[in-house]
């Protein structure tokens, strides 16, 4: 990639000792709002013909698309949760892309409850917001500047070129069967100068001091989502495949910057702010463990029966404060040359 930078963030990722840090001991408040349910009543009714598997609702058939999460209320919740816990990763900041201050039009990728774009919306009032995605569960009431399209990023864009100043996309992984693709249709709607950038999360979870070891269930968590990936043939590391990385070299971005964290699962962080955000992934994951997991295990036909256990093994996993488990998480930015 032409003139990529890499950054690693500040703080390091170690354990406090048990006591040191008082959100090592506090209870996970799984409670969470949402008014996604007020968009319903203006969106066509066959948009909202979703799929259920067990009592959980996925989008519409009527899209190709074959994403591994729920879009009702309770995985809505995570969702929010995530975006909460990736702005203290920034330091409070929506985004890392150097943008002009006067950007004008900006697009949202897989846009979820639409958090990001209000946010967005919000601090930018000069600027056109759009968020996309292949489920109508944004809310209606939003910044006058923001508006919400149905859109699946796998199928051809129908922006004309050169129309966006930002282009935003976070946590694709599994939905994505060709990056290259993803980023070269970027590149084409992004005005020359502008800027796109993607954020990914690895859902394997890693250590620095061995001490997954204790948990053996989180090696069948892996396995669920390496073999989902292979059955569906849409990857779920896309940060240890570089595919973001490569997607952007492929596609002609120039200066593209690359910041890699680490994202703690669990409240056992010594620095308070890492102990918070471990808190919050906690939060969002125990909220709606099924939510994560409940597609890939019926679409690799692993044993019925043992899914509730499971279930149960992993939420103790996720409680066991011996556990120094986190996920990699990678921002990537590229420009869009000025010729270009």
Known sequence: MANDTVSSP????????????????????????????????????????????????????????????????????????THHYLQILLEGKLFLAPISKDVKKVLDVGTGTGIWAIDFADEHPEAQVIGTDISPIQPSWVPPNLKFEIDDANQPWTWPADTFDFIHMRYLFGGIPDWTALFKQAYTCCAPGGWVQSAELDPEFLSDDDSLSREPILATWAKLYVDGGKKTGMSFNVVRDQLQNKGMEEAGFVNVQVSNYKAPIGPWAKDKSLAQIGQITQAAMLNDIEGYTLFLWNLLEWDQSQYPVFLTALRGALRNKLVHGYMAVRYICGQKPESG
């Open 10 to 81: 500040k703080r390091e990722l170690v354990p406090a000792e048990l006591g040191e840090n008082e959100l090592v001991n506090e209870d996970i408040d799984s409670d969470g709002g949402s008014d996604v349910q007020s968009s319903l009543a203006s969106i066509n009714s066959s948009i909202l013909e979703y799929r259920t598997i067990k009592g959980r609702t996925y989008h519409s058939d009527r899209y190709n698309a074959q994403y591994f999460t729920p879009n009702d209320n309770q995985q809505q919740e995570s969702v929010d949760y």
